[in-house]
């Protein structure tokens, strides 16, 4: 792959900054300075990473491990974080539009709603010359070519999406994993999961840690403690049968692993609510 080093392009299309954003580049990154926390975009931005390693989380829990091939989509209005491994040279090429036109695109079926896709090398190797190509014009460009380069950026993110069909099937399986996990109220194995997806439990096992950042059996804590602040919340109930519910074998159980994911008792969770 050719060394690159940071080249970027940020332009507006039009009078409105907003509506009309339109940027792209290479983002070189040497070290962990170059990470994003607890970050929201007002518009929609795509990240190809093309070389070393990091990592992908949100509010929702999403936890997602980052390697060349990884596209991040920074969705409008969702609060994540970038995390750039710091023993690497993150190098990126990313595109950001108007979060109007993402959802637009969206909702013709064309994009994603997935934070994280992946391409495979081939895929990578193929669309770098666009890339540089869309950079370079972009840098170039007066207002009018501009018009006809917005539409081209559309199109090289409707390339990497499309090219992406593989993964968005691996995380479809993922999520609907989730899915079952919350069913269940978070009282399943991973081996009764994958039983009801007709998957192999090792597999399974493997990808929903790729995928989370946390095995089975934590992401099902995860979906008690979830359930049980709801219950601390909405009910009355003592914590002796609330810990029935949740399917514990007693209030001191319940209590000591609810403690441990949230800092705090039931009885102090309930208080301070």
């Given at each position: ?11 507006t ?6 509506a ?17 926390r ?15 390693e990091?990592?992908y989380s ?14 991040v ?23 950001c539009?108007?979060?109007e036109s ?7 079926g ?6 994280v ?13 666009a890339?540089?190509s ?5 840098q170039?460009?007066?207002e009018h070519?501009?018009i006809?380069?917005?539409f081209?950026?559309q ?15 691996e ?16 009282r ?12 192999g ?10 995928y ?6 934590q992401?099902?804590?995860?979906v ?5 602040k ?6 009355d ?8 519910q949740?399917?514990?074998?007693d ?15 039931p ?7």
């Amino acid at each position: 792959m050719p060394e690159y080093k940071t080249m970027v392009s940020y332009r507006t299309v039009g009078p409105n900054k907003t509506a009309g954003n339109l940027s792209c580049g290479f983002l070189y990154k040497p070290d962990d300075r170059g990470s994003n926390r607890d970050i929201t975009f007002e518009y929609y931005g795509g990240l190809l990473l093309l070389d070393r390693e990091g990592e992908y989380s949100d509010r929702s829990h999403v936890c997602v491990k980052l390697s060349r091939g990884s596209f991040v989509q920074r969705l409008p209005g969702v609060k994540h974080s970038t995390i750039v491994k710091p023993d690497g040279k993150w190098l990126e090429f990313f595109i950001c539009i108007s979060a109007e036109s993402y959802h637009n695109l969206l909702s013709m079926g064309v994009l994603s709603d997935k934070p994280v896709l992946n391409c495979e090398e081939a895929v990578v190797d193929e669309i770098l010359p666009a890339a540089q190509s869309l950079l370079s014009a972009m840098q170039r460009a007066d207002e009018h070519g501009l018009i006809r380069l917005y539409f081209e950026a559309q199109q090289l993110l409707c390339t990497i999406t499309s090219r992406s069909v593989h993964s968005r099937q691996e995380d479809d399986c993922i999520q609907l994993a989730c899915r079952l996990i919350e069913c269940h109220s978070g009282r399943v194995t991973g081996q009764e999961i994958a039983a009801q997806m007709n998957m192999g439990y090792e597999a399974l096992r493997k990808q929903f840690r790729a995928y989370t950042g946390i095995s089975i059996g934590q992401y099902a804590i995860r979906v008690r403690v979830n359930r049980a602040k709801a219950l601390l919340l909405h009910s009355d109930l003592p914590l002796e049968k609330l810990a029935v519910q949740l399917g514990y074998s007693d209030s001191f159980s319940f209590c000591k692993q609810f403690k441990q994911h949230t800092g705090v008792s039931p009885s102090e969770f309930r208080k301070m609510n």
